[in-house]
Structures are given as C-alpha cells and as structure tokens.
C-alpha cells in the first residue's frame, strides 16, 4: 500500500507562483511514477504533469507546459510542482497520484491518490 499527503495549495494572484509537495510513504516508493492531477468545479480530472521514478523523465500537459516544473527527491520520498505565471484557469483542487513503473496520462491507470489540495488563482 502506499500513502500519499500533499501540502502547499492556498489563493495567490494571477502571475504568481506557488509549491505543491506530495510526501508518499509506502512499499517501495523508489519504484513509484508520481503525477499530479487537477479537477475544476463542473469539470474532469485532468491530467497536469507525471515524473518517472528515477526522475529523469517528465511529462506535462500542454496547458502549463513552460510555467510548472515537477521534480522529485527519492531520499525524501516527495514529489514536487513548482507553479509560475498562474492563470485563473489554474484554479482547481489538485491531487496527487502515483502508480508503479510505468508513467500514464489518464486518472483510472493511477492506483493510489492523495485527498486533494485546493489552488485558487485570483484575476
């Protein structure tokens, strides 16, 4: 099993920047593709970005290509999103989610989940 906690949503303005940390704990982290997924009111989960286990490989959607950075520290067994030039679009509850081995753009292929951090970007 593993557990995931996130940590670092809150309200900024539009243009600003804020940090997202997910902490996993559990049967072999090391092994884990972690990703964050965001869900708006009325709308979908979508995919926003995924890391590989070793952290060599990331994967973005297009839409915060170029403004949010993933990156992950295997000591700390914690994943983390740096966000920049924040959009009111941004805003949603973002969750993170992890599953083993092989990274996957879609929610239903991630088997463990956080309880959500809200980010709210204010125009």
């Known amino acids: 099993q593993v557990q995931l906690v996130e940590s670092g949503g809150g309200l900024v303005q539009a243009g600003g920047s804020l940090r997202l940390s997910c902490a996993a704990s559990?049967?072999?982290?090391?092994?884990?593709?972690m990703g964050w997924f965001r869900q708006a009111p009325g709308k979908e989960r979508e995919f926003v970005a995924a890391?590989?286990?070793?952290?060599?490989?990331?994967y973005y959607a297009d839409s915060v290509k170029g403004r949010f950075t993933l990156s992950r520290d295997n000591a700390k067994n914690t994943m983390y999103l740096q966000m920049n030039s924040l959009k009111p679009e941004d805003t949603a509850i973002y969750y993170c989610a992890a599953r083993y081995y092989s990274h996957k753009y879609d929610a239903s292929d991630y088997n463990y989940w956080g309880q959500g951090t809200q980010v709210t970007v204010s125009s």
């Open positions: 890391i590989s286990y070793s952290g060599g490989s990331t």
């Open positions: 559990g049967l072999l982290t090391y092994t884990l593709v």
